[in-house]
T-cell receptor, first 112, second 115 residues
Framework: SQQGEEDPQALSIQEGENATMNCSYK?????LQWYRQNSGRGLVHLIL?????REKHSGRLRVTLDTSKKSSSLLITASRAADTASYFC????????????FGKGTHLIIQP | ETGVTQTPRHLVMGMTNKKSLKCEQH?????MYWYKQSAKKPLELMFVYSLEERVENNSVPSRFSPECPNSSHLFLHLHTLQPEDSALYLC??????????????FGSGTRLTVV
């Protein structure tokens, strides 16, 4: 699988504000996945959006996908201190059996 | 617990030791993975087992040796490691095949320190 590139690399906002992070990729995909990693822990799968979907919601998370621009965004609304973590996107082509590749991620800090 | 269990959680080993990391998944998935996460670096995919067959990764040094005895268990055997091998080692599993795959489930990792 190809590696996505997250932007910005770091983001610091006040609790209660919305956080938006972006992901760009290079070649066509089957789906794109977003993951969260708290410091020193394993990654947690947040949401998967398929190539024929444009927007998907899960609780306070909203993901968009623009295949023409080869980009995706993750919006976290009404942020909480517990949202402090690193966020990674993983674009997936084919059957995804060759392993996900991760970039540097976006490190999100929620200030109390 | 995520359904993927890694043991031990922490491991300190000397450069001449031999140790093994263990991963077990209780999700019925058919693929398992080893990742390495060093400080300030992106996750590195080390090994992939899909349907119990290993996908070769020639960039991983031979001092790391994976073993997948069945679809639920994955081991990473370590020998004569270097201090730069100190990292968080993460195991993951997923269900692959069909028209689209699904998300990965990660374990909590083994924090390895080589002294």
């Amino acid at each position: 699988s190809q590696q996505g590139e997250e932007d910005p690399q770091a983001l610091s906002i006040q609790e209660g504000e919305n956080a938006t992070m972006n992901c760009s990729y290079k070649t066509s995909i089957n789906n794109l996945q977003w993951y969260r990693q708290n410091s020193g822990r394993g990654l947690v799968h947040l949401i998967l959006i398929r190539s024929n979907e444009r927007e998907k919601h899960s609780g306070r998370l909203r993901v968009t996908l623009d295949t023409s621009k080869k980009s995706s965004s993750l919006l976290i609304t009404a942020s909480r201190a517990a949202d402090t973590a690193s966020y990674f996107c993983a674009p997936v082509g084919g059957g995804g059996a060759d392993g996900l590749t991760f970039g540097k991620g976006t490190h999100l800090i929620i200030q109390p | 617990e995520t359904g993927v269990t890694q043991t031990p959680r922490h491991l300190v080993m000397g450069m001449t030791n031999k140790k093994s990391l263990k991963c077990e998944q209780h999700l019925g998935h058919n693929a398992m993975y080893w990742y390495k996460q060093s400080a300030k670096k992106p996750l590195e995919l080390m090994f992939v087992y899909s349907l119990e067959e290993r996908v070769e990764n020639n960039s991983v040094p031979s001092r790391f040796s994976p073993e997948c005895p069945n679809s639920s268990h994955l081991f990473l055997h370590l020998h004569t490691l270097q201090p730069e091998d100190s990292a968080l080692y993460l195991c993951a599993s997923s269900q692959v095949g069909g028209r689209a795959n699904y998300g990965y489930t990660f374990g909590s990792g083994t924090r390895l320190t080589v002294v």
